[in-house]
């Protein structure tokens, strides 16, 4: 009886999406943010731990054409396609006799691989009274992508006690693997570029309930 009582039932299944700020950093002295979309749909191992398809649609932008000493600025229309998994830290402790602890147990970390898929819809090529001209560019271009992931999921339970929807506050570090995500071609600079992806989103369960060793909900916080 006492092990019935701690078990706890949560949906294998979500699917979700979200909204976020972008940040290039590709080189570029002036950084500016742009806008993506998320969309994703998630199996859930655990309660807090789960793998994940995400696809990213939106823009990647940077640079000040009249005022960087290079004259650099670009706008990239990407698209991306990741693989990751992310582990709460309520997989990892015991917070049934803590508040302070089940606060903590949503927070999460991960990481995965992806594709980046660049496509350049705006880019300058020429300074300042003409004094730099780029005549190598890439328009569309695609970049091996490794996320570093950290969040928050707030998990709202339904009259069965069962984390039916998920609110989540997510940042991921984006390394791309080439030159492309800029624009710009140059074989003596940097052959990685990063990204910094901010966003919110909401996930909703589905599928036959599981069953978990722990309860998930904590009726005191």
Known sequence: MLAYAQTSFYHPFSIGAGYGVTVAYAGEET?????AFNFNINYHITPFTAVSMEGQVGQLSGGDAMNDTFSKQYLNSYNALLLHADVQLGELMDFSNSQFLNG????????????????ITDI?????NNSITYSTYYVKSSNLL????????????NRRDEP???????????T??????????????????????FSLGLKYG????????????YSAF
Do not use: C, W
Request: aromatic letters at 22%.
């Open 31 to 35: 950084l500016t943010s742009s806008n």
């Open 104 to 119: 903590l147990k949503n927070v999460y970390f991960g990481t995965g691989i992806g594709i980046l898929y660049n496509k």
């Open 124 to 128: 300058n090529l020429i300074g300042i």
């Open 146 to 157: 490794i996320p570093l992931r950290m969040g928050y999921e707030f998990k709202i339970f």
């Open 164 to 174: 039916q929807v998920r609110f989540d506050i997510n940042y991921s570090f984006n």
């Open 176 to 197: 791309a693997f080439g030159e492309g995500l800029d624009g710009y071609y140059n074989p003596a600079g940097a052959s990685v570029k990063f990204y910094s992806y």
């Open 206 to 217: 589905f599928g036959n309930p599981h069953a978990y060793r722990k309860a998930v909900y």
